[in-house]
Nanobody, 127 residues
Framework: QVQLVESGGGSVQAGGSLRLSCAVSGFTYSMYCMGWFRQAPGKEREGVAAITTSGGVTYYSDSVKGRFTISRDNAKDTLYLQMNSLQPEDTAMYYC????????????????????WGQGTQVTVSS
């Protein structure tokens, strides 16, 4: 049974940092590219970052490039998203997701390419 469990969300002031984690189980983690998505109230889901199986290649949306860092620890079956210089517009529910197919990484953040999703963790940034 595939499971993805996010943690690390919370409330911070603008300029602050948070580190999200996504613990996975039920599949061979090292075989799958992974992504982070977010959705704010009244807005469409947005793909913010993705990473290859080894972690050697990453993708970021323009809205978070230079501020967020995606990484993974294949020994710990965990995905991370380090978020720095947070702004109120980063307020959203954040989800980790696993690609539908092993060894497939693209298109990077087209949500239809991801089959399994976590329950989400809320990030709230106040000005």
């Amino acid at each position: 049974q595939v499971q993805l469990v996010e943690s690390g969300g919370g409330s911070v002031q603008a300029g602050g940092s948070l580190r999200l984690s996504c613990a996975v189980s039920g599949f061979t983690y090292s075989m799958y590219c992974m992504g982070w998505f977010r959705q704010a109230p009244g807005k469409e889901r947005e793909g913010v970052a993705a990473i290859t199986t080894s972690g050697g290649v990453t993708y970021y949306s323009d809205s978070v490039k230079g501020r967020f860092t995606i990484s993974r620890d294949n020994a710990k079956d965990t995905l991370y998203l380090q978020m720095n210089s947070l702004q109120p517009e980063d307020t959203a529910m954040y989800y980790c997701a696993r690609r539908t197919d092993a060894w497939q990484c693209g298109p990077w953040v087209a949500s239809e390419g991801y089959k399994y999703w976590g329950q989400g963790t809320q990030v709230t940034v106040s000005s």
